[in-house]
């Protein structure tokens, strides 16, 4: 069955609507290292998480090009924001994934109201998100997960995972705007924050998203292999050594007087 929904001047199309006993939701969009996007992706793989629904592009992008295909030009393309299901056979709880391509310019707000819109429509108890928490860490070095939460008592349950408190921070981003946003709808929600170091922002951070979804994992109470995320954050370190020696040694050409050595020809 079809359910398509206009609140706020959005629009959202759910093709089957399950009723589990409990959901919870893992909302996602890019954002700093894709610590977010690459856990959300990673996740819907692995449960193999059947596409339930998607978000109207249309009343929140605004395309600014086209491409061309051996010279012909293909019809504008929206980022899409796909909705996707997945339940315990076990203990009967179902998981919502919502995976967004990109982050809107400038209606990001209305976009994260739809998408709480689609989660109260599920009955959705819990809204859980993932960001990077840029920090003076190595690359080398194991990253560690923060949380933040929208309510005090979920404070304890964070701290049944050893994740980091960190006490005042700011998320930006959708990322974290969706937590607000749960808050106002009186929903509970989780931000997991992922360490990312601050030289290697602008490069996918696997090794974050890996942190994150150990932690996630256990409190959504499921299991999914991760060898293949751990090989690909021992990768992207190798990939980070390579970027790090690269940009030391240019400091060192632009900030480093040289020392010429006497020409065998001159006289002394």
């Known amino acids: 069955m079809l359910a398509t929904s206009r609140k706020r001047g959005s629009l959202y199309k759910l093709y089957k609507q399950p009723r589990p006993k409990s959901c919870s939701m893992f909302a996602s969009w890019p954002g700093i290292g894709d610590v977010s996007l690459i856990a959300a992706k990673y996740l819907k793989e692995k449960l193999?998480?059947?596409?339930?629904?998607?978000?109207?592009?249309?009343?929140?992008?605004e395309p600014v090009g086209v491409m061309v295909e051996d010279n012909v030009v293909e019809s504008p393309r929206f980022p899409e924001s796909k909705i996707y299901y997945w339940q315990n056979s076990k203990t009967g709880k179902g998981l919502v994934l919502f995976i967004g391509e990109e982050q809107p310019g400038s209606k990001g707000y209305?976009?994260?109201?739809?998408?709480?819109?689609?989660?109260q429509k599920l009955k959705v108890r819990r809204v859980y998100s993932c960001a990077a928490a840029v920090t003076r860490i190595h690359h080398s070095e194991e990253s560690k997960v923060w949380g933040v939460a929208t309510k005090r008592k979920l404070i304890d349950e964070l701290n049944k995972y050893n994740v980091i408190l960190r006490g005042d921070l700011r998320i930006a981003g959708l990322n974290g705007l969706i937590l607000g946003i749960a808050k106002e709808r009186d929903i509970e929600g989780i931000c997991l924050l992922g360490e990312v170091p601050t030289y290697?922002?602008?490069?996918?951070?696997?090794?974050?998203?890996?942190?994150?979804?150990?932690?996630l994992t256990k409190m959504l109470g499921i299991e999914i292999d991760l060898t293949e995320l751990s090989n690909l954050a021992k990768q992207a370190?190798?990939?980070?050594?390579?970027?790090?020696?690269?940009?030391?040694?240019?400091?060192?050409?632009?900030?480093?007087?040289?020392?010429?050595?006497?020409?065998e020809d001159e006289e002394e």
Do not use: H
């Open 110 to 119: 209305e976009l994260v109201n739809c998408v709480l819109d689609v989660a």
């Open 237 to 263: 370190d190798e990939e980070m050594e390579m970027i790090a020696k690269r940009a030391t040694a240019e400091f060192i050409d632009r900030f480093t007087e040289p020392i010429w050595e006497q020409d």
């Open 200 to 215: 290697g922002t602008q490069v996918a951070n696997p090794k974050a998203s890996l942190a994150v979804l150990r932690v």
């Open 48 to 61: 193999n998480a059947v596409e339930i629904g998607e978000i109207e592009p249309v009343n929140f992008f």
